[in-house]
């Protein structure tokens, strides 16, 4: 079992280069400590976007996370923000001092600094373009987001956007990792109020943690569900099926911007969402780098270009 250790925040803010500013207790909640590993996260696996349960929700990607057995999936899903208005920045990891560091996600007016990882379902490795908040309601973007427009009618249409990068590598500086840091104004946002993630958002985490099959010694990178229309609800949803060989492997190329996302059948029949290995070694981010693979993106449904298909 590889060494895991807590770093504190002072520690992290000197070593990664920029500091966060702890505003309320509600900002420092959020990254008040890191977990530091020495061996990178596993490439993002391919996965579909469940259909939006309903008015309101916001994606929030699926990531690797780490526990006393290793890495383990959360998947993706949709949840309720702690008030309107707030958007969810996705937690990532970065590569400093020789050691991999977590930098936990977070709710804030804007979506800051996320290592550049390209988390698809419009987290494209800088800012959020799957949706916005108008007059206290969630519009969703529908080139990215996958939602039934029967169902929710506060939706758009804007491809005006561009990916970082279409790799799968989820961590941030190092060998073979993204090379991106914060702009002047992802530095500012780190500056305002955040709020850490939801009660509902710990269980749903705390849900993977315990279920063995989503440990990466178990599946290898890949989980049995890449994520779920609602926190904690681990099953396919029916209009979901599950990848066929390798996931690493590069997907059929279907449509135009979401070749790597599987268009969800009856989509618009209503709203039917459809330790780490005790050997010791866990895959680098970098070994399983596909060529011109995005990472989760929604084909389906209504949205278009969605991130990675994690084809679960």
């Known amino acids: 079992m590889r060494k895991a250790y807590l770093v504190p925040l002072l520690v992290l803010a000197l070593v990664i280069g920029f500091s966060v500013a702890a505003t309320p207790a509600t900002a420092a909640a959020q990254i008040a400590v890191g977990i530091s590993v020495r061996v990178g996260p596993p490439a993002l696996p391919v996965y579909a976007q469940p259909i939006c349960p309903g008015p309101d929700y916001i994606w929030t990607p699926g990531y690797w996370a780490w526990?006393?057995?290793?890495?383990y999936w959360v998947p993706g899903t949709w949840v309720l923000a702690p008030q309107p208005g707030l958007l969810w920045t996705p937690g990532w990891w970065g590569f400093a001092g020789g050691a991999y560091v977590w930098h936990g996600g977070y709710w804030g007016p804007h979506v800051g600094f996320y290592g550049g990882i390209n988390y698809g379902f419009g987290y494209f490795g800088t800012g959020f373009v799957g949706g916005e908040w108008r007059g206290g309601h969630f519009?969703?973007?529908t080139a990215v987001s996958r939602v039934n427009v029967r169902v929710i009618h506060n939706v758009y249409v804007n491809r005006n956007y561009r990916r970082v990068t279409t790799s799968r590598v989820a961590f941030n500086g190092g060998?073979?990792?993204?090379?991106?840091?914060p702009t002047a104004e992802q530095?500012?946002?780190d500056r305002e109020q955040h709020f850490a993630?939801?009660?509902?958002?710990?269980?749903?985490?705390?849900?993977?943690q315990n279920n063995r099959a989503y440990h990466y010694s178990e599946n290898h990178g890949r989980p049995p569900v890449g994520a779920t229309q609602r926190p904690n609800q681990f099953h396919r949803p029916a209009n979901e099926s599950r990848p066929r060989g390798n996931s690493q492997a590069r997907p059929n190329n279907r449509g135009q911007e979401n070749r790597n996302f599987a268009p969800p059948r009856n989509e618009q029949r209503g709203n039917r969402p459809g330790a780490q290995p005790r050997n010791e070694r866990a895959p680098r981010g970098n070994e399983a780098r596909p060529h011109n693979e995005q990472p989760h993106g929604n084909q389906g449904g209504h949205g278009g270009d969605h991130g990675h298909d994690n084809g679960h």
Not at 67 to 71: A, I, K, R, T, V
């Open 67 to 71: 526990g006393p057995d290793g890495y």
């Open 139 to 141: 519009f969703y973007n």
């Open 175 to 181: 060998p073979h990792g993204i090379n991106m840091r």
């Open 187 to 189: 530095q500012r946002w």
């Open 197 to 208: 993630r939801t009660p509902v958002q710990d269980r749903h985490a705390a849900a993977a």
